[in-house]
């Protein structure tokens, strides 16, 4: 029996061209023109360049944004010189620091050797970012007061009943989270970001680039009096965030806030309780809902509240709302509904 007949058994006619053998005859001839094309002795190869090495700017991105681990940054640094330089600035760029864990002299050597060993990094870049969790301890307050690498940070985040009693903040702060009693701010010219739980500070200096402030867990009278303090002298505050308010909401109105704020971030309650005319600047407007309505989505009643907010505010673009559950379907329908110009965008968040 032929090959091509042992392939074609819809047909008898042997005549007709054997589908297996054109296949076959059109393979070899592909392999024998790239056999003589790229293996023949007198045949010129094409020159394969190397491949060109990555900027240390564009190396130090892909480390930072590909949201690498620590032991997986440590791996990187040790592929190449080129992948160490870009590596190590972010994987010694932050350090955390927990004095309330306990462990006695045990832990606070352990610190010590680590602060220590701090020093020793370049000072560019250097320690980027401090964290630090501590309570009435006078041994982290010696081991602190030695750490020369922690006063160049840019970001600081400090919490615990007498942190800011253990750090002096650095004067180059960009970034400054501060959960603990402090009394005075120092002068932080670079200062773009702050944030404040409970207890505010005194603000006694200009702050000329505070762009963002988050004030967390206050009453109305600190809220006040924060808000009061700190306006005169943040002449260039952009978005303001107001969350977690340990007060009463029925009592609790906002009739001004800082003419320069232009993104405004408060609970659902919270924004009931805003004027039209304290939103008169506003161009993007941030509600954060309560747990309640993390599934529910907004009631027909907070849908009404919040129209009538909105069309007030004459130069707001965006009703950003964000916690909500998809299957509430009513919210879906409110958009057009907000106002001429306004765009409403909803952001869902897992409450866990």
Request: glycine share 4%; charged share 20%.
């Amino acid at each position: 029996m032929s090959l091509a007949r042992a392939h074609a058994p819809f047909s008898e006619d042997v005549t007709s061209p054997p589908t297996l053998t054109v296949a076959t005859t059109l393979e070899l001839e592909f392999k024998r023109r790239w056999i003589a094309n790229d293996y023949s002795p007198g045949a010129a190869q094409p020159p394969y360049p190397p491949a060109p090495s990555l900027p240390d700017e564009l190396l130090i991105l892909i480390f930072t944004c590909d949201d690498l681990s620590t032991s997986e940054l440590a791996s990187a640094a040790r592929v190449c010189r080129l992948w160490h330089f870009a590596a190590t600035q972010f994987l010694y760029s932050s350090l955390s620091l927990d004095f309330g864990l306990g462990g006695g002299s045990t832990l606070i050597s352990d610190y010590e050797t680590l602060l220590g060993w701090t020093s020793l990094l370049p000072a560019v870049p250097g320690l980027q970012t401090f964290t630090l969790w501590a309570h009435e301890n006078s041994s982290a307050t010696t081991i602190l007061a030695r750490a020369s690498a922690l006063r160049a940070v840019r970001e600081l985040h400090v919490d615990g009943p007498t942190t800011a009693l253990l750090v002096d903040i650095p004067h180059r702060l960009e970034k400054l989270s501060l959960y603990a009693p402090s009394e005075t701010l120092p002068p932080l010219p670079d200062l773009r970001s702050l944030s404040i739980s409970n207890s505010p500070p005194t603000f006694e200096h200009e702050l000329h680039n505070l762009r963002t402030l988050k004030l967390l867990r206050m009453d109305r009278n600190l809220l006040r009096k924060t808000l009061d303090s700190l306006a005169p002298r943040a002449a260039n505050l952009h978005t303001l965030t107001l969350l977690y308010m340990d007060t009463d909401y029925n009592t609790y109105p906002i009739a001004d806030l800082p003419s320069s704020v232009m993104v405004l971030r408060v609970e659902l309650m919270l924004a009931f309780r805003h004027s039209t005319g304290a939103l008169a600047a506003v161009e993007e407007f941030e509600v954060v809902l309560d747990h309640h309505r993390w599934y529910d989505g907004l009631y027909d009643t907070d849908l009404q509240r919040l129209r009538s907010l909105v069309l007030g505010c004459g130069r707001l673009k965006v009703v950003r709302i964000v916690g909500m559950s998809w299957r509430g379907p009513k919210v879906r329908h409110a958009g057009p509904d907000f106002g001429s110009g306004v765009r409403v965008e909803y952001v869902r968040l897992d409450p866990w």
